[in-house]
C-alpha cells in the first residue's frame, strides 16, 4: 500500500539558519504481531539562499579520512578542505552531541550536505570539516 501526504509550510520572512525537518511513519502488515512492520526515519534540512559576496566557502579537496584516500563511502569519515568553513579556533561536537548521542548536522553555522542528507560533523575550522557520510546506497558520483 502506498500513501501521500502533502504538508504546506510557511517558511519565516527572514532567513534565519538552517531548519530541519524529521520525518517518520510506522509502516503495519496489521496482524497484532511483533514481526513484519517496519520504521521509516528520515530528515531533511532546508537552508536559506545566500546572497553574500564575500566569505564565501571554497572546496579544494574532499577525501576519505582513513589513509587520505581520493575515494569516500557510505557511513565513513570524510575530510573537507577549503577556506571560509567557520571559526578560525575551531569547533568540535564534544558540546554539541545530544543526550541520546545524536550527532549534529550543523555545527559552527556550517552543514555538509551529500547526495542531498545531512552528514553529521565531528569538527568545523575556517579550512577543514570532518563529517561522517551518511548510509547510501548510490554507487558513483554524488553531490
Known amino acids: ?3 501521500v501526504w502533502t504538508v504546506h509550510w510557511s517558511p519565516p520572512a527572514s532567513a534565519s539558519g538552517p531548519v530541519h525537518f ?5 509502516g503495519s502488515n496489521g496482524d497484532n504481531r511483533p514481526t513484519g512492520d517496519h520504521i521509516y526515519a528520515t ?3 532546508v537552508l536559506p539562499a545566500s546572497t553574500a559576496r564575500t566569505g564565501i566557502p571554497v572546496i579544494s579537496s574532499i577525501e576519505g579520512s582513513a589513509g587520505a584516500t ?6 565513513s569519515w570524510v575530510t573537507v578542505r577549503g577556506s571560509n568553513f567557520g571559526a578560525a579556533a575551531g569547533t568540535d561536537w564534544t558540546k554539541s552531541i545530544s543526550s541520546d548521542n545524536v550527532f549534529p548536522t550543523t555545527l559552527g553555522s556550517v552543514t555538509v550536505m551529500i547526495d542531498g542528507k545531512p552528514a553529521p560533523i565531528s569538527f568545523v575550522n575556517d579550512n577543514q570539516i570532518n563529517a ?5 546506497t548510490t554507487v558513483g558520483n554524488v553531490r
Open 132 to 136: 561522517i557520510v551518511p548510509q547510501d
Open 43 to 45: 530528515d531533511y534540512v
Open 70 to 75: 581520493g575515494s569516500i563511502q557510505s557511513c
Open 1 to 3: 500500500m502506498t500513501g
Open 22 to 26: 524529521f520525518i517518520a511513519a510506522n
